[in-house]
T-cell receptor
Framework: AQSVSQHNHHVILSEAASLELGCNYS??????LFWYVQYPGQHLQLLLK??????LVKGIKGFEAEFIKSKFSFNLRKPSVQWSDTAEYFC?????????????FGSGTRLSIRP | EAGVAQSPRYKIIEKRQSVAFWCNPI?????LYWYQQILGQGPKLLIQ????????DSQLPKDRFSAERLKGVDSTLKIQPAKLEDSAVYLC?????????????FGPGTRLTVL
């Protein structure tokens, strides 16, 4: 069965610091990988996704993620965070090509940015 | 473009009572999802509809939860009777189709408290 692990539950950074949030999944076949973000008081929304091609994926607001198949990882990065990046970040995986396999979300990482 | 609408936003009930949540997906989206998000966890898929048919309800506690999507548009999720452990945010999401790579668009959620 698929599973997703986000080991950092709460990350606190100062503005301009670099960010890397870890995401590991367990599934041996083809996967589609997502990062969703929930800003305070707002809906969950897509940050970026990977389904094929270049393993380095760029998303909105300067975020990027790298799919490393050998490590079963899809870590989220941003070179310089801003106070407005304060939010909860969820990694998710969906195996295969159809949605016969359900999307599985990690438990989330809360990011707090000190101004 | 209007987003996914949900109501009510908040609901407080006593255990053994019944409750219903409503969702209106983005116009033209064929696939609709209901998730349960317990505090400190990621969203967990309860049921997925493709138009008005159920694609996956393997994680829906069918002894107390039911859902329908009549006419393939709006959907209702019901809990009867509610238990304390049902306290959670219930999220509705929709996507254009049922491909694994499709972006899911989330509504604001309904926060349920069972006393």
């Amino acid at each position: 069965a698929q599973s997703v692990s986000q080991h950092n539950h709460h990350v606190i950074l100062s503005e301009a610091a670099s960010l890397e949030l870890g995401c590991n999944y367990s599934y041996g076949g083809t996967v589609n990988l997502f990062w969703y973000v929930q800003y305070p008081g707002q809906h969950l929304q897509l940050l970026l996704k990977y389904f094929s091609g270049d393993p380095l994926v760029k998303g909105i607001k300067g975020f990027e993620a790298e799919f490393i198949k050998s490590k079963f990882s899809f870590n989220l990065r941003k070179p310089s965070v801003q106070w407005s990046d304060t939010a909860e970040y969820f990694c998710a995986v969906n195996a295969g090509y159809s949605s016969a396999s359900k999307i599985i979300f990690g438990s989330g990482t809360r990011l707090s940015i000190r101004p | 473009e209007a987003g996914v609408a949900q109501s009510p936003r908040y609901k407080i009930i006593e255990k053994r009572q019944s409750v219903a949540f409503w969702c209106n997906p983005i116009s033209g989206h064929a696939t609709l999802y209901w998730y349960q998000q317990i505090l400190g966890q990621g969203p967990k898929l309860l049921i997925q509809f493709q138009n008005n048919g159920v694609v996956d309800d393997s994680q829906l506690p069918k002894d107390r939860f039911s859902a329908e999507r009549l006419k393939g548009v709006d959907s209702t999720l019901k809990i009867q009777p509610a238990k304390l452990e049902d306290s959670a945010v219930y999220l509705c999401a929709s996507s254009l189709d049922r491909l694994a790579v499709d972006t899911q668009y989330f509504g604001p959620g309904t926060r349920l408290t069972v006393l």
